[in-house]
T-cell receptor, first 114, second 113 residues
Framework: NAGVTQTPKFQVLKTGQSMTLQCAQDMNHNSMYWYRQDPGMGLRLIYYSASEGTTDKGEVPNGYNVSRLNKREFSLRLESAAPSQTSVYFC?????????????FGPGTRLTVL | EDQVTQSPEALRLQEGESSSLNCSYTVSGLRGLFWYRQDPGKGPEFLFTLYSAGEEKEKERLKATLTKKESFLHITAPKPEDSATYLCAGANAGGTSYGKLTFGQGTILTVHP
């Protein structure tokens, strides 16, 4: 099992450009999440998908959109990148999406917006 | 508002010198307290989940404990390979089946040989 995979690993964008971060899991988990990690801010939830076909906003959703493509895949889109979106982005998944379930994380995408 | 605070921000130990990391939480109806390890340039790796006060879990040189207000990660006789950032997170009850995880900012542990 690969667990949670993310592509790309690194990306540099210019302000105003768009891109999609891809995430896939092979653990047959129902729920998937997107976080960003910034120095001194900890991990903050951007969006989550409790189950296939549903998505909800997290703590910092502005400037992002998501798509739950199927049970395995959950993508994060930046329509018009801004320097404030420079960060490390992590995708995670959990079994049933309930609060007692452990979230398993991918290796991250390091994004720089110039 | 839920809050998780970790201390110290950084901890330097000599190999074999035992110590503890602290995670204080104010989480509405805490339903789970999670510990993760994160190596530089990698994603968080799950270590433990604690569900109720008094619970303890162990893995190799690590032991996690939980009280009603805080959790401790005890490291016994650490080795250089234990060097990493340790994150804790609290899950609240949530209005639906999904409970939000609130993460602390982490403790950077460095173990010198």
């Amino acid at each position: 099992n690969a667990g949670v995979t993310q592509t790309p690993k690194f990306q540099v964008l210019k302000t105003g450009q768009s891109m999609t971060l891809q995430c896939a899991q092979d653990m047959n988990h129902n729920s998937m999440y997107w976080y960003r990690q910034d120095p001194g801010m900890g991990l903050r939830l951007i969006y989550y998908s409790a189950s296939e076909g549903t998505t909800d906003k997290g703590e910092v959703p502005n400037g992002y959109n998501v798509s739950r493509l199927n049970k395995r895949e959950f993508s994060l889109r930046l329509e018009s990148a801004a320097p404030s979106q420079t960060s490390v982005y992590f995708c995670a998944s959990s079994g049933r999406g309930q609060f007692t379930d452990t979230q398993y994380f991918g290796p991250g995408t390091r994004l720089t917006v110039l | 508002e839920d809050q998780v605070t970790q201390s110290p921000e950084a901890l330097r130990l000599q190999e074999g010198e035992s110590s503890s990391l602290n995670c204080s939480y104010t989480v509405s109806g805490l339903r789970g307290l999670f510990w993760y390890r994160q190596d530089p340039g990698k994603g968080p790796e799950f270590l433990f989940t604690l569900y109720s006060a008094g619970e303890e879990k162990e893995k190799e040189r690590l032991k996690a404990t939980l009280t009603k207000k805080e959790s401790f990660l005890h490291i016994t006789a650490p080795k250089p390979e234990d060097s990493a950032t340790y994150l804790c997170a609290g899950a609240n009850a949530g209005g639906t089946s999904y409970g939000k995880l609130t993460f602390g900012q982490g403790t950077i542990l460095t173990v010198h040989p």
